[in-house]
């Protein structure tokens, strides 16, 4: 509606200084609206790159480093018993916040335990790997919330806004039934052009759809009396 008013009164210009002062307001304004747009879908497609890159991120950790840190554990407590506990593979099913927790302690863990890990044949460059992947996991975190609230004070900004092209657009409306009031066809054209079309209802049905009879015969089952 903001755009097709905007067009209406650039193909129809006026003299008065009002008219262009709040047209170029409504024309600022859908150009904040449209910034704005592109800000949401940016926001979601980086949402949902972060999501796949963060499922990747912890079926590696999952599958590969964190599962070789603990089985490379649990054969180091044949000489430290205390290992069996501290080295515990997370569930799969436990949220982000809690997995990279977890991941994180472990690595901390594995740090503070890698001579006698790597006697127990510990990759040499596993505890680094497992740092890097840690790492993008807080990092894929963090974008997925950023993006979020990006999106939210986007929509917030965008209602705003929205509220802002209508009371502009009034404005106009006032203006222009002014100047057009004896010129009947641009009314109308104006009108048409400021006009939000709704959804349409789709009408109830009068009356209820018709049944079709229950068969009957020797399928139904049913029994007929002798002749």
């Excluded at 600022?28 to 704005?36: N, V, Y």
């Excluded at 759809?209 to 009396?225: I, S």
Aim: aromatic share 2%; net charge negative; hydrophobic share 35%.
């Amino acid at each position: 509606m903001g755009v097709h008013a905007r067009d209406f009164n650039r193909t129809h210009p006026s003299a008065d200084p009002n008219h262009g002062s709040v047209l170029a307001e409504l024309e600022e304004t859908i150009k904040q609206m449209e910034a704005l747009a592109a800000q949401q879908v940016t926001g979601v497609v980086s949402k949902g790159s972060s999501t796949v890159r963060r499922k990747e991120i912890r079926r590696r950790l999952h599958e590969g480093l964190l599962r070789h840190l603990v089985t490379v554990a649990e054969a180091a407590a044949d000489e430290q018993p205390a290992l069996t506990r501290e080295f515990r593979l997370p569930s799969s099913n436990n949220s982000h916040t809690a997995y990279r927790t977890v991941a994180r302690t472990l690595l901390d863990k594995g740090v503070a335990n890698r001579e006698l890990l790597l006697r127990h044949s510990l990759g040499e460059t596993l505890l680094d790997d497992l740092r890097q992947a840690v790492d993008e996991l807080d990092t894929s975190v963090e974008e997925t919330v950023q993006s979020k609230q990006r999106h939210i004070l986007a929509r917030s900004e965008l209602r705003t806004l929205s509220d802002q092209v209508m009371q502009l657009v009034g404005v106009l409306d006032g203006i222009n039934r002014y100047r057009f009031a004896r010129e009947p066809h641009l009314l109308a054209a104006w009108d048409r052009a400021k006009h939000v079309v709704g959804t349409p209802e789709v009408e109830a049905s009068a009356s209820p759809p018709e049944v079709p009879p229950a068969p009957t015969g020797p399928e139904t089952g049913e029994v007929k009396p002798a002749a």
